[in-house]
């Protein structure tokens, strides 16, 4: 099973949602909390090319994007085989 990673914030309705996805397809996840450690935030936009929203979501530590991104990974037939890896 792939690493997966995901930069979020509590209150955060995407990150809310893109959680789903994962824990519907029952994968184990690293949730990182920017909004409790402003370093963690400062680590997110670095490694997610300069993205600042959340949140921002990692596969084997390779950017795959937000929450809409995940999605599209999904409906396209290619976040299963990500995530098998």
């Known amino acids: ?3 997966v990673e995901i930069y ?3 209150w955060c309705g ?3 949602r893109a959680k789903t996805l994962l824990d519907r397809k029952g994968v184990a ?3 990182i909390d ?3 450690d402003t370093k963690r935030r400062d ?3 670095k490694r997610a090319g300069g993205r600042t929203s959340v949140p921002q ?3 084997d530590g390779v950017h795959v994007g937000g929450c809409d991104e995940l ?6 037939r290619k976040l299963d085989p990500m995530l098998e890896a």
């Not at 999605?71 to 396209?76: E, H, Q, V, W």
């Open 8 to 10: 979020s914030s509590p």
């Open 14 to 16: 995407y990150c809310a």
């Open 57 to 59: 979501i990692f596969i």
């Open 71 to 76: 999605y599209a990974l999904d409906r396209a």
């Open 29 to 31: 996840y690293t949730d």
């Open 43 to 45: 680590e997110m936009t």
């Open 1 to 3: 099973m792939a690493t």
């Open 34 to 36: 920017v909004d409790a």
